[in-house]
């Protein structure tokens, strides 16, 4: 019974944040691997950030340096906090969890992030 509960996506001006969350409930996430994807209509969905149970977090070149993923366990949650946001960064953005035990991934349902002016 694990679920995935994003919220805090938005309108955005450009150059504008925004703080995503990701609930998860259902089972611990402590050693599990997190990420953060996003999608954008006709296109394929993509990897923004990744943060291992074991080891530093990792993001897609276009958003190092303006985007941080990061975790609490004891809250179990999931944050993506996006500076300076750009207009083609207008996209649905989703939180997977995937198992240390079966490998299996757990999606959100997403939250839709619009930049625009």
């Known amino acids: 019974q694990v679920q995935l509960v994003e919220s805090g996506g938005g309108l955005v001006q450009p150059g504008g944040s925004l703080r995503l969350s990701c609930a998860v409930s259902?089972?611990?996430?402590?050693?599990?691997?997190l990420a953060w994807y996003r999608q954008a209509p006709g296109k394929q969905r993509e990897l923004v950030a990744a943060?291992?149970?074991?080891?530093?977090?990792n993001y897609r070149a276009s958003v190092k340096g303006r985007f941080t993923i990061s975790r609490d366990n004891a809250k179990n949650m999931v944050y993506l906090q996006m500076n300076s946001l750009k207009p083609e960064e207008t996209a649905v953005y989703y939180c997977?969890?995937?198992?240390?035990?079966?490998?299996?991934?757990?999606w959100g349902q997403g939250t839709q992030v619009t930049v625009s002016s």
């Open positions: 997977k969890i995937r198992s240390r035990v079966s490998g299996r991934d757990y």
């Open positions: 943060l291992p149970g074991s080891g530093t977090a």
């Open positions: 259902g089972r611990r996430l402590i050693f599990d691997d």
